[in-house]
């Protein structure tokens, strides 16, 4: 009988353990690592730096759109669709704000239980406050861990309001806009929007009455885009419209060959470069956030911004007196 | 009879007729300025260094909670009854990301429209991408513009999804959380949520069944809060629960007064604290923006970064380099 050695329980090897065991596939040792990304544990980054090479094997599909769209229905339909075709997939929620709209997910979260006794899936919930910094910077990283678990999917929930939201969209490979019959005028005013953010446009509730019509608006304003200035090159993707009913799961096939084609096109030699920008875009809001705790807390510009302020400065002002502080080092 | 001589046409001569027109009450020199702080334009920041002395003495009301609850119905009987008595009003409606809601927004705002008739009445959209920087950050500008203007009443309508959302309303002096029943389940998950936020919480579509079942709801909620740690000393405004129907102005007067009660007891001594909370998160965000510019711009650390993450570097570890290189100066 072996009796496993008493542990040196230093923190680097507690650190070595967890590891192992997210590589192992353990959920638990996954949950931990996302909530150290959360909120931004200093054994966040020893952690990631070692998982780096198993970075960008997942496929990040990112799926928003509207309250009531039908979204998180949707993202459950495609989770067992693709488990039926044995892809292990993670699923990161980024509910609103805390308050409003948490109860409404909390139901379809309930739906979405259901998968969380696959091994093959993982679930995770996140608030969009309540992070220690931006949502979007923990919502990447959380990603990130899901990807270096090894889960050949991941799916980035939102609820597309708000511009956190939309950073945290934009950061998934393929971008899926949720939409549904019944917005009525409002379609109009979002066309430029949604053209910008989607690589493919979902029309759920195919079954309700307007569906036929919304694609056929949709199409029209993708056709247009394409031909105006506002598509900036030749090599411009043009979402395809697909319609479904993720309740009765009529569709999901389209919406997966849909994703499909936009993963084919970006590997067709974009992907780099894509991702590159994506990754860009990550360390500036890992460093917004850094440099607020380096410069407002450790380097007291706190204070100084809140004496400067009750003398009656302006905060643009009261900025430009910071930045030139540091300028005056460099 | 007398003709203006041929103005000096310099910019800083062009800043000051902006500044004495913007005195004078003109509300196209209000829009250029809004714009200006929009866009981090670099006149912005010496015109409000010039408008400092005029700060402070519009209230700030901010409208939130989910889409549906009438907020923008409820902005536009405020604003008609406020100027029944003669304040003038400043109303900036921070649309949501652009693509999703902004279609039913719209319809809002037409509505609204019959305020801009009113001289007294200034109407502004923001959207909440598109701005140069952070929409919290152009959105509390914008209401120092109208705070320098000379309006009595600044209201700041967002949707209450998203942390920018979120940041917004928070910089107002008393926060609405605007409700109405039909919400459903959600409330038991909002509920922690709304109470950190609102200052007056006003359930709408009072004529709407379960709406006295949701004043109720929330009492409770805000007398256990009251009652709990969660509250953080003794001197805690304990948010009123107020029933209205925006669309009929019953209720209206109700709205209003419990505003005027929670402005009573910030100026019981309490304000300048606020404030200067306030002023203090405001100058973070306009330090965000500007130290992005300063360093991922100026000083190159774009392309360093984008060198680093090129060679397969992490993005924490990226961003650790950038941030020692910025101590090495110190």
Redesign the interface.
Known sequence: MTTPPPSSSGPASGEQRLLERLLAGDKGALARLISWAENSDAR??GL??AL??RLGQAWRIGVT???GAGKSTLVNELTRELRRRERRVGVLAVD?????????L??DRIRMEERTIDAGVYIRSMA??GSHG??ARAAVDACDCIDAAGYAEVVLET????????DVVTAADTVL?VLCPG????????K???L??ADVLVVNKSDLPGAERLVLDLEEAVHIRANSGLARSGDEWSAPVVACSAGTARGLEDVLAAIESHRAWLRAGRLDAAR?AK??A???R???E???E???VK?G??TR??QE??V?????????G??RS??E??
Do not use: C, N
């Not at 609103?96 to 409404?104: I, M």
């Not at 609820?159 to 939309?166: F, H, I, K, L, P």
């Open positions: 966040y980054p990631m730096r780096q090479p759109g509207p309250p609103p704000s805390s308050p409003f709209t948490g109860g409404a909390l139901g969009s406050r931006g949502i609820v597309g309001v708000g511009q956190a939201e939309y806009v917005a009525g005028d409002g379609i109009q005013a979002m430029a929007g949604i910008e953010v590159a990754r860009l990550h360390v500036r890992v460093a917004h850094q440099l607020d380096e410069l407002f380097r510009w706190e911004a809140r302020l009750a009656g400065k302006a905060p643009w002002d009261v900025v430009e910071l930045l540091l300028r080092q460099a």
